[in-house]
Protein backbone atom coordinates (compact mmCIF):
# COMPACT_ATOMS: atom_id res chain seq x y z
CA UNK A 1 0.00 0.00 0.00
CA UNK A 2 2.98 2.36 1.17
CA UNK A 3 4.60 1.19 -1.88
CA UNK A 4 1.93 2.42 -4.36
CA UNK A 5 0.90 5.65 -2.07
CA UNK A 6 4.91 6.64 -2.74
CA UNK A 7 4.55 5.52 -6.54
CA UNK A 8 1.28 7.77 -7.26
CA UNK A 9 2.39 10.98 -5.08
CA UNK A 10 5.71 10.89 -7.25
CA UNK A 11 3.82 10.72 -10.44
CA UNK A 12 1.53 14.03 -9.39
CA UNK A 13 4.83 15.49 -8.29
CA UNK A 14 6.88 15.06 -11.62
CA UNK A 15 3.17 15.85 -13.74
CA UNK A 16 3.66 20.18 -12.19
CA UNK A 17 7.19 20.43 -11.35
CA UNK A 18 7.87 24.27 -11.89
CA UNK A 19 4.80 24.74 -9.50
CA UNK A 20 5.95 21.66 -6.90
CA UNK A 21 9.90 23.12 -7.25
CA UNK A 22 8.81 27.03 -6.40
CA UNK A 23 6.78 25.63 -3.72
CA UNK A 24 9.72 23.51 -2.04
CA UNK A 25 11.47 27.00 -2.61
CA UNK A 26 10.34 28.51 0.21
CA UNK A 27 10.99 25.86 2.53
CA UNK A 28 14.32 25.41 1.50
CA UNK A 29 15.33 29.38 2.26
CA UNK A 30 13.97 29.48 5.34
CA UNK A 31 15.39 26.01 6.71
CA UNK A 32 18.67 26.98 5.11
CA UNK A 33 18.70 29.86 7.21
CA UNK A 34 17.42 27.70 10.39
CA UNK A 35 20.80 25.51 9.00
CA UNK A 36 23.21 28.46 9.08
CA UNK A 37 22.12 29.38 12.75
CA UNK A 38 22.56 26.57 14.06
CA UNK A 39 25.59 25.57 12.50
CA UNK A 40 27.67 28.55 12.87
CA UNK A 41 25.73 30.03 16.13
CA UNK A 42 28.58 27.87 18.43
CA UNK A 43 31.40 28.85 16.27
CA UNK A 44 30.48 32.46 16.62
CA UNK A 45 30.11 31.83 20.24
CA UNK A 46 33.29 29.66 20.35
CA UNK A 47 35.73 32.53 18.41
CA UNK A 48 34.26 35.29 20.62
CA UNK A 49 34.43 33.60 23.71
CA UNK A 50 38.29 33.02 22.31
CA UNK A 51 38.90 36.82 21.38
CA UNK A 52 37.95 37.64 25.04
CA UNK A 53 40.49 35.37 26.53
CA UNK A 54 43.16 37.06 24.87
CA UNK A 55 42.42 39.91 27.23
CA UNK A 56 43.66 37.85 29.93
CA UNK A 57 41.14 36.44 33.86
CA UNK A 58 43.37 39.80 35.57
CA UNK A 59 42.52 42.11 33.30
CA UNK A 60 39.33 44.58 33.70
CA UNK A 61 38.51 46.85 30.46
CA UNK A 62 37.51 50.47 30.69
CA UNK A 63 35.09 51.87 28.05
CA UNK A 64 33.09 54.79 27.39
CA UNK A 65 29.03 54.30 27.10
CA UNK A 66 26.68 52.14 28.84
CA UNK A 67 27.61 48.36 29.47
CA UNK A 68 24.55 47.46 27.21
CA UNK A 69 26.02 48.79 24.73
CA UNK A 70 29.64 50.49 25.41
CA UNK A 71 30.09 50.13 21.38
CA UNK A 72 27.97 53.28 20.97
CA UNK A 73 30.61 55.63 23.17
CA UNK A 74 33.62 54.09 21.67
CA UNK A 75 32.20 55.38 18.44
CA UNK A 76 30.84 58.71 19.92
CA UNK A 77 34.21 59.32 20.26
CA UNK A 78 34.04 60.24 24.49
CA UNK A 79 37.65 60.26 25.99
CA UNK A 80 38.27 59.61 29.48
CA UNK A 81 41.45 61.96 31.03
CA UNK A 82 44.42 60.17 31.56
CA UNK A 83 44.66 61.15 35.00
CA UNK A 84 41.90 60.10 35.79
CA UNK A 85 42.75 56.66 34.63
CA UNK A 86 46.17 56.41 36.51
CA UNK A 87 44.72 57.38 39.80
CA UNK A 88 42.83 54.24 39.98
CA UNK A 89 46.49 52.66 40.14
CA UNK A 90 45.59 53.79 43.93
CA UNK A 91 43.11 51.11 44.23
CA UNK A 92 43.66 48.16 46.52
CA UNK A 93 45.06 45.25 43.98
CA UNK A 94 45.44 46.92 40.89
CA UNK A 95 48.59 46.79 39.81
CA UNK A 96 48.75 49.32 37.16
CA UNK A 97 46.16 50.86 34.54
CA UNK A 98 46.79 51.26 30.86
CA UNK A 99 45.27 54.36 29.64
CA UNK A 100 44.91 53.34 25.72
CA UNK A 101 43.65 55.00 22.42
CA UNK A 102 42.86 53.47 19.02
CA UNK A 103 42.52 55.85 16.14
CA UNK A 104 42.33 55.26 12.22
CA UNK A 105 45.22 56.78 10.69
CA UNK A 106 46.89 57.19 6.90
CA UNK A 107 49.81 54.92 6.52
CA UNK A 108 52.39 55.56 3.85
CA UNK A 109 54.73 52.69 3.15
CA UNK A 110 57.10 52.21 -0.19
CA UNK A 111 54.72 55.19 -1.87
CA UNK A 112 51.90 53.20 -0.71
CA UNK A 113 49.54 54.68 1.45
CA UNK A 114 46.60 52.66 3.24
CA UNK A 115 43.69 53.13 6.76
CA UNK A 116 44.96 51.25 9.50
CA UNK A 117 44.13 50.90 12.78
CA UNK A 118 46.41 52.09 15.14
CA UNK A 119 46.78 51.12 18.92
CA UNK A 120 48.53 52.98 21.34
CA UNK A 121 49.19 53.21 25.01
CA UNK A 122 52.51 53.37 27.55
CA UNK A 123 54.81 50.81 26.19
CA UNK A 124 55.87 49.48 29.31
CA UNK A 125 52.59 48.71 30.73
CA UNK A 126 51.33 47.63 27.19
CA UNK A 127 54.17 45.11 26.92
CA UNK A 128 53.71 43.42 29.93
CA UNK A 129 49.70 43.12 29.19
CA UNK A 130 50.48 41.51 26.01
CA UNK A 131 53.34 39.62 26.75
CA UNK A 132 52.12 38.24 30.56
CA UNK A 133 48.45 38.31 29.93
CA UNK A 134 47.38 37.81 26.36
CA UNK A 135 50.82 35.44 25.71
CA UNK A 136 51.79 37.66 22.72
CA UNK A 137 55.08 37.63 21.96
CA UNK A 138 57.27 39.73 19.00
CA UNK A 139 58.24 37.49 15.90
CA UNK A 140 61.19 39.77 14.89
CA UNK A 141 62.87 42.80 16.55
CA UNK A 142 62.25 44.52 20.13
CA UNK A 143 59.48 46.49 21.77
CA UNK A 144 60.29 50.20 22.09
CA UNK A 145 61.69 51.37 25.02
CA UNK A 146 61.06 55.07 25.36
CA UNK A 147 57.43 56.77 24.92
CA UNK A 148 58.98 59.75 23.35
CA UNK A 149 60.60 58.46 20.37
CA UNK A 150 59.22 57.72 16.90
CA UNK A 151 59.05 53.55 16.65
CA UNK A 152 56.15 51.64 15.47
CA UNK A 153 55.52 47.71 16.05
CA UNK A 154 53.65 46.00 13.22
CA UNK A 155 50.65 43.34 13.69
CA UNK A 156 51.72 40.10 11.60
CA UNK A 157 49.28 40.13 8.85
CA UNK A 158 49.76 44.43 8.83
CA UNK A 159 53.12 43.46 8.19
CA UNK A 160 52.90 41.09 5.60
CA UNK A 161 49.85 41.67 3.29
CA UNK A 162 48.40 45.09 3.69
CA UNK A 163 51.25 46.51 1.46
CA UNK A 164 52.58 44.86 -1.66
CA UNK A 165 55.74 45.00 -0.10
CA UNK A 166 56.11 42.98 3.20
CA UNK A 167 57.46 45.30 5.92
CA UNK A 168 60.18 44.44 7.95
CA UNK A 169 62.37 45.63 11.25
CA UNK A 170 64.42 48.84 10.19
CA UNK A 171 61.67 50.08 7.25
CA UNK A 172 60.30 53.57 7.62
CA UNK A 173 56.83 54.14 7.81
CA UNK A 174 54.92 57.30 8.04
CA UNK A 175 51.99 57.92 9.83
CA UNK A 176 50.35 60.87 9.45
CA UNK A 177 53.11 62.96 7.58
CA UNK A 178 55.14 61.81 10.46
CA UNK A 179 58.72 59.39 10.04
CA UNK A 180 58.33 56.55 12.29
CA UNK A 181 61.06 53.43 12.27
CA UNK A 182 59.59 49.72 12.47
CA UNK A 183 61.22 47.97 14.98
CA UNK A 184 59.30 45.07 15.98
CA UNK A 185 56.75 42.32 14.22
CA UNK A 186 54.16 40.61 16.60
CA UNK A 187 53.82 36.75 16.07
CA UNK A 188 50.91 35.51 14.43
CA UNK A 189 47.89 35.77 16.84
CA UNK A 190 44.78 34.31 14.79
CA UNK A 191 42.71 37.14 16.03
CA UNK A 192 41.76 39.32 13.36
CA UNK A 193 41.72 42.82 15.28
CA UNK A 194 45.27 42.45 16.81
CA UNK A 195 46.66 40.86 13.38
CA UNK A 196 45.62 43.86 11.67
CA UNK A 197 46.84 46.57 13.73
CA UNK A 198 50.17 48.98 14.29
CA UNK A 199 51.02 49.62 17.81
CA UNK A 200 52.43 53.39 19.10
CA UNK A 201 53.12 54.97 22.24
CA UNK A 202 49.86 57.16 23.47
CA UNK A 203 52.23 59.82 24.02
CA UNK A 204 52.67 59.45 19.58
CA UNK A 205 48.97 59.18 19.12
CA UNK A 206 48.53 62.08 21.28
CA UNK A 207 51.24 64.28 19.01
CA UNK A 208 49.32 62.86 15.50
CA UNK A 209 45.54 63.82 16.54
CA UNK A 210 46.62 66.63 18.96
CA UNK A 211 44.37 64.80 21.43
CA UNK A 212 45.71 63.94 24.94
CA UNK A 213 42.57 61.71 26.28
CA UNK A 214 42.41 57.90 26.10
CA UNK A 215 39.55 56.33 24.93
CA UNK A 216 39.64 53.16 26.69
CA UNK A 217 42.13 51.44 29.42
CA UNK A 218 43.73 48.47 30.32
CA UNK A 219 43.24 47.51 34.30
CA UNK A 220 45.91 44.45 35.58
CA UNK A 221 45.03 43.56 38.76
CA UNK A 222 47.32 41.77 41.59
CA UNK A 223 47.84 37.61 41.53
CA UNK A 224 44.31 36.17 43.26
CA UNK A 225 42.63 39.68 43.56
CA UNK A 226 38.78 39.43 43.67
CA UNK A 227 38.60 40.81 40.19
CA UNK A 228 34.68 41.51 40.80
CA UNK A 229 35.59 43.95 43.67
CA UNK A 230 38.17 45.53 42.22
CA UNK A 231 35.44 46.18 39.69
CA UNK A 232 33.03 47.72 41.91
CA UNK A 233 35.79 49.95 43.23
CA UNK A 234 36.91 51.26 40.30
CA UNK A 235 33.48 52.18 39.02
CA UNK A 236 32.79 53.70 42.05
CA UNK A 237 36.11 55.95 41.43
CA UNK A 238 35.68 56.66 38.16
CA UNK A 239 31.67 57.87 39.15
CA UNK A 240 33.76 61.29 40.41
CA UNK A 241 34.96 62.03 37.45
CA UNK A 242 33.09 64.13 34.88
CA UNK A 243 34.18 63.91 31.83
CA UNK A 244 32.36 60.96 30.64
CA UNK A 245 29.90 60.24 32.29
CA UNK A 246 28.74 57.16 31.33
CA UNK A 247 31.34 54.49 30.98
CA UNK A 248 31.72 50.44 31.23
CA UNK A 249 33.77 48.43 33.62
CA UNK A 250 33.87 44.97 31.96
CA UNK A 251 35.22 42.31 33.58
CA UNK A 252 35.97 38.86 31.39
CA UNK A 253 32.92 37.17 32.63
CA UNK A 254 30.57 40.37 32.15
CA UNK A 255 32.31 41.07 28.96
CA UNK A 256 31.18 37.45 27.77
CA UNK A 257 27.68 37.67 29.13
CA UNK A 258 27.30 41.44 27.34
CA UNK A 259 28.64 39.40 23.84
CA UNK A 260 26.83 36.18 24.22
CA UNK A 261 23.44 38.48 24.94
CA UNK A 262 23.92 40.16 22.22
CA UNK A 263 24.64 37.34 20.26
CA UNK A 264 21.52 35.91 21.22
CA UNK A 265 19.72 39.25 20.29
CA UNK A 266 20.77 38.54 16.68
CA UNK A 267 20.15 34.62 16.58
CA UNK A 268 16.63 35.72 17.25
CA UNK A 269 16.21 38.35 14.60
CA UNK A 270 17.15 35.22 12.16
CA UNK A 271 14.85 33.14 13.02
CA UNK A 272 12.46 34.74 13.17
CA UNK A 273 12.99 35.82 9.27
CA UNK A 274 13.65 32.37 8.85
CA UNK A 275 10.26 31.23 10.13
CA UNK A 276 8.26 34.07 8.18
CA UNK A 277 10.30 32.50 5.07
CA UNK A 278 8.70 28.63 6.10
CA UNK A 279 5.85 30.04 7.10
CA UNK A 280 5.56 31.61 3.60
CA UNK A 281 6.40 28.07 2.48
CA UNK A 282 3.96 26.33 4.33
CA UNK A 283 1.12 28.96 2.55
CA UNK A 284 2.34 27.66 -0.69
CA UNK A 285 2.18 23.96 0.04
CA UNK A 286 -1.38 24.23 1.14
CA UNK A 287 -1.86 26.47 -2.01
CA UNK A 288 -0.17 23.92 -4.06
CA UNK A 289 -2.75 21.10 -2.47
CA UNK A 290 -5.72 22.83 -2.94
CA UNK A 291 -4.91 23.13 -6.67
CA UNK A 292 -3.64 19.83 -6.87
CA UNK A 293 -7.33 18.60 -5.40
CA UNK A 294 -9.07 20.43 -7.98
CA UNK A 295 -6.66 19.30 -10.93
CA UNK A 296 -7.02 15.37 -9.91
CA UNK A 297 -10.63 15.64 -8.86
CA UNK A 298 -11.85 13.16 -11.64
CA UNK A 299 -8.72 10.58 -10.89
CA UNK A 300 -9.72 10.97 -6.94
CA UNK A 301 -13.45 10.02 -8.43
CA UNK A 302 -12.59 6.89 -10.32
CA UNK A 303 -9.79 5.79 -7.21
CA UNK A 304 -13.14 6.05 -5.18
CA UNK A 305 -15.08 4.46 -7.87
CA UNK A 306 -13.06 1.46 -7.59
CA UNK A 307 -12.79 0.62 -3.91
CA UNK A 308 -10.31 3.52 -2.52
CA UNK A 309 -11.32 4.57 1.52
CA UNK A 310 -11.58 8.14 2.15
CA UNK A 311 -8.37 7.52 4.62
CA UNK A 312 -6.43 5.85 1.54
CA UNK A 313 -7.22 9.42 -0.06
CA UNK A 314 -6.69 11.52 3.18
CA UNK A 315 -3.32 9.34 3.28
CA UNK A 316 -2.35 9.78 0.03
CA UNK A 317 -2.34 13.51 -0.23
CA UNK A 318 -0.93 13.93 2.92
CA UNK A 319 1.94 11.89 1.91
CA UNK A 320 2.71 14.05 -1.02
CA UNK A 321 2.41 17.31 0.94
CA UNK A 322 4.63 15.40 3.89
CA UNK A 323 7.67 14.91 0.68
CA UNK A 324 7.05 18.31 -0.44
CA UNK A 325 8.08 19.40 2.90
CA UNK A 326 10.72 16.50 3.29
CA UNK A 327 12.69 17.64 -0.04
CA UNK A 328 12.50 21.30 1.28
CA UNK A 329 14.13 20.17 4.52
CA UNK A 330 16.75 18.18 2.73
CA UNK A 331 17.74 20.82 0.22
CA UNK A 332 17.65 23.54 2.51
CA UNK A 333 19.82 22.19 5.22
CA UNK A 334 22.40 20.52 1.75
CA UNK A 335 22.69 24.63 0.86
CA UNK A 336 22.81 25.76 4.52
CA UNK A 337 25.83 23.60 4.98
CA UNK A 338 27.62 24.20 2.09
CA UNK A 339 26.47 28.11 3.38
CA UNK A 340 28.23 27.87 6.37
CA UNK A 341 30.98 26.17 4.90
CA UNK A 342 31.77 29.05 2.11
CA UNK A 343 30.66 31.58 5.09
CA UNK A 344 33.91 29.87 7.00
CA UNK A 345 35.84 29.93 4.03
CA UNK A 346 35.25 33.47 3.85
CA UNK A 347 35.71 34.33 7.49
CA UNK A 348 39.03 32.52 7.79
CA UNK A 349 40.60 34.50 4.44
CA UNK A 350 40.35 37.50 6.71
CA UNK A 351 41.87 36.09 9.99
CA UNK A 352 38.90 34.56 12.06
CA UNK A 353 38.92 31.29 11.92
CA UNK A 354 37.33 28.25 13.85
CA UNK A 355 33.67 29.49 12.90
CA UNK A 356 32.56 26.35 10.91
CA UNK A 357 33.73 22.74 11.46
CA UNK A 358 32.48 19.83 10.05
CA UNK A 359 33.34 17.49 13.26
CA UNK A 360 30.84 20.26 15.35
CA UNK A 361 27.76 19.53 13.14
CA UNK A 362 24.53 18.77 15.41
CA UNK A 363 23.84 15.57 13.05
CA UNK A 364 20.54 14.83 15.85
CA UNK A 365 19.86 18.70 15.37
CA UNK A 366 19.93 18.27 11.73
CA UNK A 367 17.43 15.41 11.88
CA UNK A 368 15.00 17.36 13.79
CA UNK A 369 14.88 19.93 11.24
CA UNK A 370 14.10 17.42 8.84
CA UNK A 371 11.36 15.70 11.18
CA UNK A 372 10.09 19.14 11.70
CA UNK A 373 10.14 19.96 7.95
CA UNK A 374 7.77 16.75 7.30
CA UNK A 375 5.24 17.55 9.56
CA UNK A 376 4.58 21.51 8.85
CA UNK A 377 4.53 19.63 4.61
CA UNK A 378 1.56 17.32 6.47
CA UNK A 379 -0.19 20.10 8.25
CA UNK A 380 0.08 21.69 5.45
CA UNK A 381 -1.80 19.71 3.28
CA UNK A 382 -3.85 18.57 5.89
CA UNK A 383 -7.22 20.72 5.00
CA UNK A 384 -6.48 20.19 1.18
CA UNK A 385 -6.92 16.25 1.72
CA UNK A 386 -9.95 15.98 3.79
CA UNK A 387 -11.60 18.06 0.89
CA UNK A 388 -10.06 15.66 -1.28
CA UNK A 389 -11.21 12.37 1.01
CA UNK A 390 -14.89 13.71 1.60
CA UNK A 391 -15.78 13.83 -2.40
CA UNK A 392 -18.07 11.59 -3.58
CA UNK A 393 -17.48 9.53 -6.60
CA UNK A 394 -19.81 10.15 -8.84
CA UNK A 395 -19.87 14.50 -8.38
CA UNK A 396 -15.70 13.86 -8.95
CA UNK A 397 -16.71 11.55 -12.36
CA UNK A 398 -18.63 14.67 -13.74
CA UNK A 399 -15.84 17.09 -12.99
CA UNK A 400 -14.46 18.94 -15.43
Known sequence: MLKNFLILTLKGMRYRPIRGWLTILGIVIGIMLMVIILVLSSGIKNTITKALQTFGSDLIIILPG?????IIGILGGQKFKQKDLLDLEKIDNVKFAAPMGIS???????GEAKSIMVHASNWKKYVEVLESSQGIKLEKGRWPQDDSVSEVVFGHLAAKTLFKKEVSVGDKVIIKSKRFTTVGILSEIGEQMLDNVVFISLDMLGNLTESRGASSALIKTTPGANINLVAEQIKFQLSKQEIVRDFSVLTPEKADRLVGGVLSIVELILIAVAMISIVVGTVGIMNTMYTSVLERTKQIGIMKAIGASSDAILSLFLLESGLIG?????????FGIISAYLIGLIAASFGIRGLFSFASLDFFGLFVVLFFTFIIG???GSLPARQASRMEPTEALRYE
Not at 66 to 70: G, I, L, R, V
Not at 104 to 110: F, K, S
Open 104 to 110: TLNVEYD
Open 66 to 70: KENNP
Open 378 to 380: VLS
Open 326 to 334: LVGGILGIF
